[in-house]
């Protein structure tokens, strides 16, 4: 039998007033804002590489994560802030490692796309696009492997499905999970491009889900901007995948209201008015209205979460700005695996 050892996550009705609903509004004010911090600095000359912001996505990392436990794993790509942050990770240090300080948690030779937090389950941040897919199929083989009941949680975006390393993982994940050995939720992040190339001009199949199904891997699809519906639908699958030891996948539909980068300034590729129409569906907006309604929050209790917000990613930029940068002997350390074959072999 799998030991079962974690925190337990219970499910939130939707219709109920519970008090995590209000939890996850000020995680998700606390990503917005410290991702628009992240852009501030980038222009201050602070945050050196690359750096992709998550504004407009916050509920789809906010309903699922939150609805894993201590000891599950997450894969995210490169657009990976808040999935750290909603880990569990120090968002000082998280700051630092986009300041390439050594107090960040890759010791600053990581950047933005490359966060890690083994501690809390966060196995990275990827610059490669797909690239981590395989090896978050291998990870929830392990878990299972190793008789746990712990799963994976991968996230990609639509841009990712046509690297070759898509269908891979998605075969292996799909031929382990006929044997209940692949506890996890692949998660798409449809947010409509990929850069400047749009759904419609880089998937031959734009109903992305669909192409999953392919490989055994049921799926469906979520409205990414309604936390309410994404939590719902990782609520139910999550206990679903944790029993059976079988994949599944959630296509998450939303929208970026940032550049793709810190350089996309322009973005021709899209108008002006239809990032304004996308902002009408602000996932932030949408879950404060729904708990006016539900659980009588006010304005007033929205500006205290804005205000702490704002205070402790100040101290998080402050915390990364007097940090040290790396020591010059950090340039050969974390390089290349520390142990040899003889000790691999030992552990086995
Ligand atoms: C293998 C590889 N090819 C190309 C790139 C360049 N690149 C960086 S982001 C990106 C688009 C990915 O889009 P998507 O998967 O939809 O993620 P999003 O940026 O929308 O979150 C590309 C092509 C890369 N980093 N890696
Ligand atoms: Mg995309």
Not at 23 to 39: H, P
Not at 140 to 153: E, F, K, M, N, P
Request: net charge negative; charged share 25%.
């Amino acid at each position: 039998m799998p030991e079962t050892k974690e925190n337990s996550v219970s499910t939130i009705d939707p219709a109920a007033c519970a008090p995590e609903w209000t939890e996850i509004l000020k995680r998700m004010i606390f990503i917005r804002r410290f991702e628009e911090a992240t852009e501030r600095e980038f222009r201050r000359g602070k945050i050196g590489g690359y750096l992709h912001v998550y504004i407009g996505q916050e509920g789809v990392a906010s309903g699922i994560i939150t609805a894993t436990r201590d000891r599950d794993v997450v894969f995210s790509g490169y657009r990976d802030h808040a999935h750290a942050i909603l880990r569990g990770t120090d968002p000082n240090r998280i700051m630092a490692e986009l300041f390439g300080k050594a107090s960040g948690v890759s010791k600053g030779k990581g950047g933005s796309m490359h966060l890690f937090d083994v501690e809390h389950g966060f196995y990275g941040g990827y610059g490669i696009v797909g690239g981590h897919l395989t090896l978050a199929a291998g990870a929830a083989y392990a878990l299972r492997y190793q008789g746990t009941d712990r799963i994976c949680v991968c996230y990609f975006g639509d841009g990712a499905m046509n690297i070759g390393s898509f269908h891979e993982a998605m075969n292996m994940a799909g031929l382990w999970g006929n044997q209940g050995l692949c506890p996890i939720l692949f998660v798409i992040e449809n947010n409509g491009y990929a850069m400047g190339t749009s759904v419609e001009r880089h998937s031959a199949l734009t109903d992305l889900v669909t192409r999953v199904r392919a490989y055994n891997i049921p799926g469906e699809k979520v409205d990414g901007q309604d936390v309410f519906a994404v939590r719902g639908a990782a609520d139910r699958v999550i206990g679903q995948i944790r029993e059976t030891g079988k994949p599944y996948c959630l296509e998450a539909v939303t929208y970026r209201f940032s550049g793709h980068g810190a350089a996309d300034i322009l973005q021709p590729y899209r108008s002006k008015d239809e990032v304004e129409q996308h902002r009408h569906r602000d996932p932030i907006i949408i879950l404060r209205n729904r708990l006016r309604e539900i659980c009588g929050v006010t304005d007033e209790d929205v500006r205290k979460m804005d205000e702490e917000a704002n205070e402790r990613v100040a101290a998080a930029v402050k915390f990364a700005e007097e940090s040290p940068v790396p020591g010059g002997t950090e340039l050969f350390t974390d390089v290349v695996a520390e142990h040899g074959p003889r000790q691999i072999n030992q552990t086995e």
